[in-house]
């Protein structure tokens, strides 16, 4: 198994700070998942692509769903197929051999990978607790075993483990033990304000000012369930910058159009509505 060294420098749509680029070339020097953990829309899974993108290596993502059963992240067994090919006869595969019909779950594709890759397990915490460590065994082993056919699976390479939590659960101490930790806090708006330029380079900046503005006065809304993230922001923006009969100056009188797309939950876009109409953000 080999592991290429190589440093996270950040990539071109991605806003690094200096302490997360460390926390991110430290779990590789030391060959340690890194556990994220923030609200929707801080940029946690983006930074598997960004690390991926920036080094030039594969990015492999497992979708952690409640339903999920470890064996489905490692490989599967695709005995419907293997039934109907031994009953039909028309298939070019010997029946006689399992190993035709397993099929690599992500952990599994990510080990047998001819070159280091990035895994990304997103939303660990939807994932029950047995799930959360028996998957850290194996990552930490860096080996699995196929029972159907008796054979251990060794990474050829140890792959870059980014794992994402939104906090909606709690993860036990022995898988918050064996991950380096980083909270993403939600960008303030300086912080903001460095991801739309990166976004939209040319734009006007009183369009900026007041959309920052408005945008934190309706993140600060009580009562609201789906908070508006930075990638609604962003397709906020392009929103206002593609209506040719909008104004920057609007925002400031109170007329925010687009609010379909900073909120998605009925009860948060009726209260959105309702305050702006009542004109107090302004």
Known sequence: MTSEKKSFSGAKRYVLDDELAKIVNISMALEMPLLLKGEPGTGKTMLAHAIAEN????????????????????????????????????????????????????????????????????EIDKADTDFQDDMLDVLDQMEFDIIEIDKTIGAKNRPVIIITSNAKKDLSDPFLGRCNFHHIAFPDPKMMRRIIRVHFPDIDSELMESAVNVFYKLRELDGIEKRPATRELVNWLRALKSDPDFKAKDLGKGDIPYLGVLFKKSQDYEKAVNTVSRRRLT
């Open 55 to 122: 080094l030039g290596m594969p990015l492999i993502v497992l979708n952690v769903k409640s339903s999920m059963k470890l064996v489905d992240a490692l490989y599967q067994y695709d005995t419907l197929t293997r039934l109907n090919d031994s009953r039909f006869g028309d298939s070019k595969r010997d029946v006689s051999n399992i190993e035709d019909y397993i099929k690599m779950g992500k952990i599994g594709q990510a080990f047998t990978a001819g070159e280091r890759t990035i895994l990304l397990i997103d």
